[in-house]
């Protein structure tokens, strides 16, 4: 298992951006594909945005595609989702998660690593 930490939360106006960023430490985090989720109050946790462990493969949510930016950093253990354009129904809580295993990444991150989670919140 690899821990995760988040950081980059907050409260943005309409139109904004924020930079979530997402701290790993643990075993071989090099070889993890890493996503970022996200929760909005009374729904599902869902996937807005991954990515391969060596970048060849992104994959994005058809709601933030063309606004949402996933990137990885194996040196510094380190993913970041650069979020522009940001609308009200971005709200939610964000949470990073690892998974060894592609498929399983992309379908929930079943078995995987999950972050505690980053507030953000976009004033209309």
């Known amino acids: 298992q690899v821990q995760l930490v988040e950081s980059g939360g907050g409260l943005v106006q309409d139109g904004g951006s924020l930079r979530l960023s997402c701290a790993a430490s643990?075993?071989?985090?090099?070889?993890?594909?890493m996503a970022w989720f996200r929760q909005a109050p009374g729904k599902e946790r869902d996937l807005v945005a991954a990515?391969?462990?060596?970048?060849?493969?992104?994959s994005y949510v058809d709601s933030v595609k063309g606004r949402f930016t996933i990137s990885i950093d194996n040196a510094k253990n380190t993913v970041a989702l650069q979020m522009n354009s940001l609308k009200a129904e971005d709200t939610a809580v964000y949470y990073c998660?690892?998974?060894?295993?592609?498929?399983?990444?992309?379908?929930?991150?079943?078995?995987?690593?999950w972050g505690q989670g980053t507030q953000v919140t976009v004033s209309s």
């Open positions: 643990g075993r071989t985090f090099g070889r993890y594909h």
């Open positions: 990515i391969t462990w060596n970048a060849d493969t992104l």
């Open positions: 998660a690892a998974n060894s295993a592609w498929h399983l990444i992309l379908r929930g991150n079943r078995g995987g690593s």
